[in-house]
């Protein structure tokens, strides 16, 4: 009966994996440009031990992969939001000093005219962190120029060319998730190669490419696999119990 339970209880635990991976993505369906991860892998772990030299077991690892497929796109008229096409991402500082990226496009300049996303992330340009001259009007074009507009100029104002994002494709350039949640290439931090493939959407945002309906699915098989598993341990005591009641009675 031992194996029987044991056997219950590692399906329980393998799961634990999966379940972690889809609460996160319940958790971001609402968040701007996120992306899920690839499904849950799994890998040979050797058994340690006497007598199990040649034994290997599967164990659930989760993936840091992200998956770029598209979420959905929402107009907002705001001339500082941006969609990112394609495989494009966006540069921005990391809380470490990195350079990692990001498909989040909701810019605002801060306080001191740094402009940064919703996150608080300080978007990167090809010279490093863009400044906007205070009370200047901002727009994004198409190609990631950043341009400040006095509002306050006599007469029609010329737009100024106050910085160029760090745009990048990453349709040939896989991408890990970083633990602060931003992405990098998975040979490390830094900067890569730019593309060809690179454009934004102007006023514009990209949600989340997480299917809330799809996930409550995969929830509600992953419970009641849970529940399966459960009922096996509770009949295995069941079983085990009545056996020592057996040996008690003869």
Do not use: C
Not at 1 to 14: K, N, P, W, Y
């Amino acid at each position: 009966m031992d194996r029987l339970a044991f056997t219950a209880a590692s399906g329980i635990t393998e799961k634990a994996v999966a379940r972690q991976l889809m609460t996160n993505e319940l958790a971001n369906v609402s968040t701007v440009g996120f992306k899920r991860s690839f499904d849950v892998a799994l890998k040979a772990i050797k058994v340690e031990g006497d007598g199990f030299d040649t034994r290997f077991e599967p164990q659930a690892v989760p993936t840091e992969r992200v998956l770029m497929t598209p979420g959905t796109l929402m107009a907002t008229g705001r001339k500082t939001d941006i969609a990112m096409n394609g495989g494009t991402v966006m540069g921005v500082q990391a809380p470490n000093g990195d350079i990692a990226f990001t498909r989040r496009g909701d810019l605002r300049p801060d306080a001191l005219g740094t402009l940064t996303n919703g996150a608080g992330h300080i978007a990167m340009g090809e010279g490093g962190p863009i400044v906007v001259p205070p009370g200047f009007d901002v727009h994004i074009t198409r190609d990631g120029g950043v341009y400040a507009t006095d509002p306050l100029a006599a007469g029609p104002a010329a737009p100024v060319l106050v910085g160029q994002l760090m745009l990048r494709d990453a349709t040939d350039t896989p991408l890990n998730r970083r633990e602060d949640g931003l992405f990098e290439q998975v040979t490390g931090p830094g900067d890569f190669e730019g593309g060809l493939n690179i454009a934004v959407t102007p006023e514009t945002l990209e949600g989340s490419n997480v299917s809330a309906v799809e996930v409550m699915t995969r929830l509600i098989d992953h419970s009641r696999s849970f529940e399966a598993n459960m009922k096996v341990i509770k009949e295995a005591k069941s079983i085990d119990e009545s056996g020592a009641s057996m040996m008690r009675a003869s």
